[in-house]
């Protein structure tokens, strides 16, 4: 059976309604016929409901369809995708060890790196997301127990070859931990590339309609374990409520990035050789440095286009001003489509050396293709370029 298939079959058994869609276990803790399952059930010695913090079926079966579309052996299901990173970084690390770390990564990801890890005592450092089989070789220390990265990157799209990386892990015994949330798991399947977890922000694409928070963490059994007990004491539950709005959505989450990736391709294809435009990144242009590996990984170049504007940051507050159609939100994997500047958003608090150091220049404009028609997509940009250059 396929992935897809499996994930839209996957449900929580039938009550005695009978009903067709699941039902939403909206409920803080669940009840037991005696005290022996009471006392079985905190045991550990059953798989029974104890309490939603530590599990809910509603979390269940949103966890399980991730867990069949990334072809994973477990995972656990958070408040948040940071809540997600946090928790996967945390629970198999320790005081003294040492996390490598891709440096294109997400602004709040970059946060937890360099300032909370050090009070824990857990050392990092980060490698260029170009860096050869021979770079990353080098940067494992003794200590290293984690590499940790994004592909494709947030915001810059670059593609690390997440095979060789995964040789190099397993070569020195070290985790490999992916940021998968660009791509999601019908585009890319980094446990199959070798990877040894998975984390997302179901928040972004998995959900694709801007309505709840979300994360989830899928890997082996072994490291879900870890993570499952420092989650559940620490607390970073899901709500039943968005995991069961997330559990709908992954039934259509194939059709949809098919959709975004078309009207992202679109887009770039149509805007890189507009005169307002420096410079275009998308994963499936040919002109994409890592254009043969994002084929060679993913099943198509995802819903995200980012360019840099002529005349940078000013030119960039023009473009955003002028938009009519794309809203302006924090976020990316709506149904609508959005633009974002970076540099001034989401990874504000990066020093300005830092930004430029991963391709976050002043005029970088991060565009999330919607599910609107492609043609009114491009020509909201298009007026949008026509202002930001006057």
Request: glycine share 8%.
């Amino acid at each position: 059976m396929q992935k897809i298939t499996r994930a839209i079959r996957i449900q929580t058994p039938r009550t005695a309604e009978m009903e067709h869609s699941t039902p939403l276990f909206l409920t803080s803790s669940f009840c037991f016929d005696g005290a022996e399952e009471m006392r079985a059930a905190f045991a550990d010695e059953t798989d029974d409901n104890i309490y939603s913090r530590f599990s809910n079926p509603s979390v269940q079966e949103f966890t399980d369809k991730m867990v069949a579309l990334e072809g994973a052996e477990a995972g656990y299901a958070t408040a948040s995708g940071m809540s997600s990173i946090f928790a996967s970084i945390m629970a198999l690390l320790k005081q003294g060890d040492h996390l490598l770390s891709c440096d294109a990564i997400f602004g709040s990801t970059h946060t937890v790196i360099t300032k909370y890890l050090p009070k824990y005592g857990i050392d990092a450092s980060y490698i260029p997301a170009g860096a050869s089989e021979a770079e990353w070789e080098q940067a494992i220390r003794p200590n290293t127990r984690m590499i940790y990265l994004e592909s494709p990157t947030n915001p810059g799209l670059d593609i690390l070859d997440i095979g060789m990386i995964a040789r190099v892990a397993k070569r020195h015994g070290v985790l490999l931990n992916v940021d998968n949330c660009f791509a999601t798991p019908v585009v890319q399947t980094p446990l199959e590339l070798g990877a040894d977890l998975v984390v997302h922000s179901a928040t972004k694409w998995l959900d694709g309609q801007g309505r709840v928070l979300g994360g989830v963490i899928v890997g082996r059994k072994e490291l879900i374990k870890e993570i499952y007990a420092f989650a559940r004491s620490t607390g970073p539950a899901l709500s039943p409520f968005n995991a069961w709005v997330l559990s709908k959505s992954l039934e259509t989450l194939d059709v949809r990035m098919e959709r975004h990736a078309s009207n992202a391709l679109f887009l770039a294809q149509s805007l890189e050789q507009h005169p307002a435009i420096a410079s275009l990144k998308y994963p499936f242009l040919k002109s994409h440095p890592k254009y043969d590996i994002a084929l060679k990984q993913m099943k198509n170049g995802g819903g995200i286009v980012c360019f840099e504007l002529k005349g940078g940051s000013e030119s960039g507050r023009r473009f955003l001003d002028a938009l009519q159609l794309l809203s302006l939100t924090a976020n990316l994997g709506d149904t609508r489509s959005i633009a974002s500047h970076p540099a001034s958003t989401t990874h504000a608090k990066l020093s300005e050396n830092e930004r430029l150091a991963v391709g976050i220049t002043p005029g970088l404009i991060r565009i999330s293709a919607g599910l609107e028609a492609k043609e009114d997509i491009l020509a909201d940009i298009v007026q949008a370029l026509e202002q930001s250059a006057l």
